[in-house]
């Protein structure tokens, strides 16, 4: 392992989120696992934010337009669809750099608990999309009245 | 439409700045933003890559001939979460470029939308490109 300058990991959460990343990306590796969310590797690089019940997925999705962006919910199944489109460049022009990437993306999320679609929540802001999942609700357990008689 | 090109993820993977010569004052995390340069005939474009950053948050300096682009990025933690599983990593983004041609400084435009950041750079006038026309013989 490479020792980086320890400035770098003054912040825990940085730390943390390296630590993450690389056990991420461990679980990818051997796909299919146990883990309870499943993903296989594919554009957008999506992070996780759990609780016991509710989660919230991220992606950065820079120069994606609001309208070529699709997510759809089916069980416990997310999948993010889209399109990132090549700019409009003016004819004749020269490049010096390309680094940029555009093209279609489709990627699925195996979630561990089952969701209803028209309550998850999904914002697009600056290039960065945020998926609000409903949380998982207990089975409630069913009062049965009991009539007399 | 015919078949889209699918985008890989190889393809746009975060670059982390290297730590050479004088170190940034913030100490967080920064990126390479990919960045698109091209030149037209009055002026260079770069496009760069900068989920997170809005107008607000983003600095733009021309030195003699370095340009240099930062953008902020103030991440959003979702109180009382845990971070369960991370792809990528949250930070602020930085670039310099040497620009080769004579940039009119008054008159740089730049803009961010859906975390893109637009500059375009016209050239001054005695720079702009002349055709020269190749006489045989």
């Known amino acids: 392992m490479i020792m980086r300058p320890y400035r770098r990991w003054t912040s825990p959460l940085a730390r943390e989120m390296e630590q993450l990343r690389r056990d991420m990306n461990r679980l990818l590796a051997d796909f299919p696992s146990s883990h309870q969310w499943r993903m296989a590797p594919g554009y957008p690089a999506v992070n996780i934010w759990t609780t016991e019940e509710c989660a919230i997925l991220t992606a950065e999705l820079a120069g994606v337009a609001l309208e070529d962006i699709e997510i759809a919910v089916e069980n416990d199944t997310l999948t993010l669809n889209g399109n990132r489109k090549p700019d409009d460049v003016e004819e004749g022009a020269a490049y010096h750099r390309q680094e940029r990437r555009y093209g279609s993306f489709a990627r699925t999320v195996r979630l561990p608990f089952r969701v209803d679609?028209?309550?998850?929540?999904?914002?697009?802001r600056n290039g960065v999309l945020t998926i609000t999942l409903p949380c998982a609700e207990a089975e409630k357990p069913k009062k049965i009245m009991v009539k007399a008689g | 439409m015919s078949e889209e090109k699918a985008l890989q993820i190889e393809e746009t993977e975060k670059r982390e700045v290297?730590?050479?010569?004088?170190?940034?004052?913030?100490?967080?995390?920064?990126?390479?933003?990919?960045?698109?340069?091209?030149?037209?005939?009055d002026a260079i474009v770069v496009v760069a890559d900068m989920p997170g950053v809005d107008e607000e948050s983003?600095?733009?300096?021309?030195?003699?001939?370095?340009?240099t682009i930062s953008g902020y990025v103030e991440p959003e933690y979702p109180e009382g979460y845990e971070l369960s599983a991370a792809e990528y990593r949250i930070g602020d983004f930085t670039r310099a470029f040497t620009l080769s041609?004579?940039?009119?400084?008054?008159?740089?435009?730049?803009?961010?939308?859906?975390?893109?950041?637009?500059?375009?750079?016209?050239?001054?006038?005695?720079?702009?490109?002349?055709?020269?026309?190749?006489?045989?013989?």
């Open chain 2, 18 to 41: 290297a730590e050479t010569g004088a170190e940034r004052t913030r100490d967080r995390l920064a990126f390479v933003p990919r960045a698109d340069v091209y030149e037209i005939n």
């Open chain 2, 101 to 137: 041609d004579q940039i009119d400084r008054e008159n740089i435009e730049a803009s961010a939308k859906d975390g893109v950041l637009r500059l375009r750079l016209p050239k001054l006038a005695e720079a702009k490109k002349r055709t020269i026309t190749v006489k045989a013989g």
């Open chain 2, 58 to 67: 983003v600095d733009i300096t021309l030195e003699q001939d370095l340009l």
């Open chain 1, 117 to 124: 679609p028209g309550k998850v929540e999904a914002r697009l």
